[in-house]
């Protein structure tokens, strides 16, 4: 089978866990040439997902040309080394994505409800020409979230930094409303820290909003690319105007509790596209 690896790569991290067998490397790098154990695993991993490759151990050209397709999508060095960065991508690979035999009967409406996501994104996903038309013994992957599938681009869960120091006084979902009381989805985290700690930028970017932005309060968006926006709310100032460029770790704000807020802390939320994801699957 062939899988169109960006679509793999650009849903790395909007999906769960699923139960696809391990693969860690050792403490060498794996390159050309190699022999082992970890190789074959490397091998056990890439046939999991649907590459045609003969899994013995031995790290030939065909395991060296896969593993620089997957660096060049997921835009590191494509070098053909497995080393740390590569680790970490295939680890998400792995840990996020379920292989799947079509069986008689099957239909995407089927497999969507079944794992939680929608048929869009596993069509998408595995670049399906007719998702009408399942053919038994057809082996798909099936992402295990209803989270939209983004275009272009590999974000990584640790491509941002905690942009303010503090403990956690409310996480991402539902929860009630500490104030008024009704129930609500709340799209970020709050990181309690004293007024006027310092916020930093989570990520390089684009600043695209600054100002009062109603029960946010003082807010700021700044735009990462490929649909990528992280918010930062309830700040006492602001340090940025639209249209800044900003460097990851760069002061924006001063912690506050402008707009609905208890107290000092900092409302942080991660947006692809429309949709909030949770703030800790994205940061280190």
């Known amino acids: 089978m062939r899988i169109v690896l960006g679509a793999v790569i650009t849903c790395l991290v909007f999906i769960t866990p699923s139960s696809m067998p391990g693969f860690t490397v ?17 091998q056990e991993l ?18 060296e040309a896969l593993v620089k397709q997957i660096q060049q999508q997921a835009g590191i060095v494509p070098d053909g080394i497995v080393g740390a960065k590569t680790n970490e991508i295939l680890t998400l690979l792995k840990e996020r994505v379920v292989s799947y035999t079509i069986k008689s009967g099957d239909n995407l409406t089927k497999l969507a409800n079944q794992y939680g996501t929608t048929v869009s994104q596993i069509a998408d996903f595995n670049a399906l020409p007719n998702p009408d038309r399942l053919l038994p013994g057809q082996q798909i992957l099936i992402p295990t979230s209803s989270l939209a599938v983004v275009s272009s681009g590999l974000m990584y869960r640790q491509m941002f930094s905690w942009p303010v120091k503090g403990s956690i006084s409310s996480g991402y979902g539902w929860r009630i409303h500490p104030i008024t009381k009704v ?11 004293p007024q006027g700690t310092a916020v ?4 390089g970017g684009k600043v695209i909003r600054a100002g009062r932005m109603g029960n946010y309060g003082l807010g700021i968006v700044i735009d990462h690319g490929n649909g990528y926006t992280s918010w930062y709310g309830h700040n006492s100032k602001l340090l940025v105007r639209v249209g800044d460029l900003v460097q990851r770790g760069q002061t924006i704000a001063q912690v506050g509790s402008t707009g609905l807020a208890t107290g000092p802390h900092l409302d942080f939320r991660i947006k692809i596209k429309d949709q909030t994801v949770d703030p800790l699957e994205w940061l280190p």
């Open 200 to 203: 930093r930028a989570g990520a």
């Open 26 to 42: 050792d403490a060498r790098d794996l390159q050309n040439g190699m022999r082992g154990s970890d190789v074959r695993a490397l």
């Open 46 to 63: 890439l046939v999991d997902l649907g590459y045609d490759l003969t899994v013995d151990g031995i790290f030939g050209r065909k395991t």
């Open 183 to 193: 129930r609500h989805f709340h799209g970020g985290i709050d990181i309690a820290a």
